[in-house]
């Protein structure tokens, strides 16, 4: 069984930044997608960033259009661990964020395709203010 623990978070101001881990332990597939999502208060759940992580060919990243030249997904694969590092944080991304993977899938078919990721962390907050 698959686990994810998250860690970093906060609260900044406008124009900050933040970075997030998320460590997968358990057994999982020789490659996977693995990544974020955030859900505001009232909102949807939406993507963020997601990684193939374990696949031997080139890194590839995908990215929601609202974090595009701000966020950057980093993967370290022997340990299962990506990171999310936000930067030029806006009040909009306020939200509580959650690691999640798609087992033996690759993000160009898994992401950002919510019913295709299992399991899912706790999530984190993050608040940003103005």
């Known amino acids: 069984q698959v686990q994810l623990v998250e860690s970093g978070g906060g609260s900044v101001q406008s124009g900050g930044s933040l970075r997030l881990s998320c460590a997968a332990s358990?057994?999982?597939?020789?490659?996977?997608?693995m990544g974020w999502f955030r859900q505001a208060p009232g909102k949807a759940r939406e993507g963020v960033a997601a990684?193939?992580?374990?696949?031997?060919?080139?890194?590839?990243?995908y990215y929601g259009d609202s974090v595009k030249g701000r966020f950057t997904i980093s993967q370290a694969t022997a340990q299962n661990t990506v990171y999310l590092q936000m930067d030029s944080l806006k009040p909009e991304d306020t939200a509580m964020y959650y690691c999640?993977?798609?087992?033996?899938?690759?993000?160009?078919?898994?992401?950002?395709?919510?019913?295709?990721?299992?399991?899912w962390g706790q999530g984190t907050q993050v608040t940003i203010s103005s």
């Open positions: 999640t993977v798609a087992i033996g899938r690759t993000c160009t078919v898994a992401f950002p395709l919510i019913y295709l990721f299992e399991p």
């Open positions: 358990g057994v999982m597939h020789s490659y996977n997608c």
């Open positions: 990684t193939t992580i374990g696949d031997d060919g080139d890194v590839q990243r």
